[in-house]
């Protein structure tokens, strides 16, 4: 089993930029792709960005495309998403998520889950 902490979520003004940062412990955290996903209040939670276990392979869904970066260092066993130029609409809480099969943005493939970190973007 795996463990992961979100932290980096706060409130900022659109256009501003964070850093979510996702630590995994208990299990060996290269074996795992990762994903970030979000909820909005009143909305399903939906897929953000998925980076493969060796970090060679990302996607990203079309809305956040050019704006946001995944990245991972496994040797501090930690997943980040870059948010850049950030709008209203990416207001959510965001999770992070690992799964032994591929990266992907299907919910549904990631077997554990943070608790997540909660984003506020003011226009």
């Known amino acids: 089993q795996v463990q992961l902490v979100e932290s980096g979520g706060r409130s900022v003004q659109a256009g501003g930029s964070l850093r979510l940062s996702c630590a995994a412990s208990g299990s060996t955290f290269s074996n795992y792709a990762m994903g970030w996903f979000r909820q909005a209040p009143g909305k399903e939670r939906e897929f953000v960005a998925a980076i493969s276990w060796a970090g060679r392979s990302t996607l990203y869904t079309d809305s956040v495309k050019g704006r946001f970066t995944i990245s991972r260092d496994n040797a501090k066993n930690t997943v980040y998403l870059q948010m850049n130029s950030l709008k209203p609409e990416d207001t959510a809480v965001y999770y992070c998520?690992?799964?032994?099969?591929?990266?992907?943005?299907?919910?549904?493939?990631?077997?554990?889950w943070g608790q997540g970190t909660q984003v506020t973007v003011s226009s």
């Open positions: 998520a690992a799964t032994l099969l591929s990266h992907s943005d299907d919910a549904g493939a990631y077997d554990y």
